[in-house]
């Protein structure tokens, strides 16, 4: 909440809607509060009299144009485009501005700059006053802003206007001023007391902690004896493939020794009965060797 100070020009604004058109002039300090709007948009002071600033500023500019339209060296002054008289076409521009009661129109801005500065951009009568047309057709109004005027600094409002802290849910009220106090107070007796306890707990559990500590050190010792078991049981051992080929090499060399003790073997003692294809073979071999013995005997 934030009550602000009074506007800048409103006195002046409103002496000035108070006097005769004949006798209302456009002063440096009205002008400011159009290039407030022109600059920003917005607009603070009331909207009535706003209105009537900008109804005189435009039927001053539009006759500013109108001099300048009849000033002709050569021959008749030009009609306008629209076909109506100057008489006319200000009626239908000012009841046009006149017809915003409730706001000023959305086009606010870019309408205080055409009057502020209007021969910047256009350069005739005819221009000027469509211009005007267009920025006036629309429907759609803007209230008075409530923020800070530029250039105004805002005033806090005071802290009695301000609105009391609402405690949060499930809090108490009633609570002390000084709970540390109440805390330090109470501290010596929660020590002593947690002094006694910790006196009659370490007189029970002398016999105890004894048998604590053996079985702490049985159970290293388990632990110890367990490391070294699994110590001898996870030796790398050689893969199967070269444990395959260790086996096979001792299995030939058993073999081959085996085989240079054996004694020989007399062919002529054994009594294996020769088959029948080593029997077939000599007695081919006998049948073919007659014919040679024969021979050499004649």
């Known amino acids: 909440m934030e009550v602000f100070r009074d506007l800048p020009s409103s006195a002046e604004l409103s002496a000035f809607c108070k006097r005769d058109e004949s006798k209302r002039e456009f002063t440096d300090e009205l002008r400011g509060i159009l290039e407030v709007s022109a600059m920003t948009g917005l607009y603070w002071h009331r909207w009535d009299e706003l209105r009537a ?32 008289s100057y008489q006319e076409l200000e009626g239908r521009l000012s009841s046009g ?12 801005q870019r ?3 055409v009057l502020l500065n209007p021969r910047d951009r256009y350069p005739n009568l005819d221009k000027v006053a469509l211009a005007f047309e267009k920025l006036l ?10 923020g800070p005027y530029p250039g105004v600094p805002s005033v806090p409002a005071p802290e009695s206007a301000l609105p009391a802290p609402v405690p949060a849910e499930g809090t108490d009220q009633n609570l002390p001023a000084s709970p540390k106090a109440e805390n330090a107070d109470s501290t010596p007796d929660i020590m002593s007391e947690s002094v006694d306890v910790a006196v009659h707990t370490d007189n029970n559990i002398e016999e105890p902690t004894v048998s604590v500590a053996a079985d702490e050190e049985m159970a290293d010792v388990e632990g ?5 078991q699994t110590m001898e049981v996870d030796v790398p051992r050689p893969s199967e493939a070269t444990a395959a080929g260790v086996v096979l090499k001792e ?8 085989e240079q003790e054996q ?20 007695m081919e071999d006998e049948n073919e060797s007659k014919p040679d013995v024969m021979a050499s005997s004649t």
């Open 53 to 84: 600033l900008l109804l005189f500023r435009l039927k001053q500019v539009l006759q500013d144009f109108y001099k300048s339209h009849m000033d002709v060296a050569v021959g008749p002054p030009r009609p306008l485009v629209t076909g109506e």
């Open 97 to 108: 501005l006149e017809s915003f009661t409730d706001g000023a129109p959305f086009t606010l």
């Open 111 to 113: 309408f205080c700059e």
């Open 137 to 146: 057709l629309v429907t759609s109004t803007i209230p008075p802003s409530p």
């Open 224 to 228: 110890t004896e367990s490391k070294e």
């Open 251 to 258: 299995y030939t060399e058993e073999v081959s020794a085996s």
């Open 263 to 282: 004694p020989p073997v007399d062919k002529a003692n054994t009594s294996a009965a020769p088959t029948a294809s080593e029997t077939s073979v000599p």
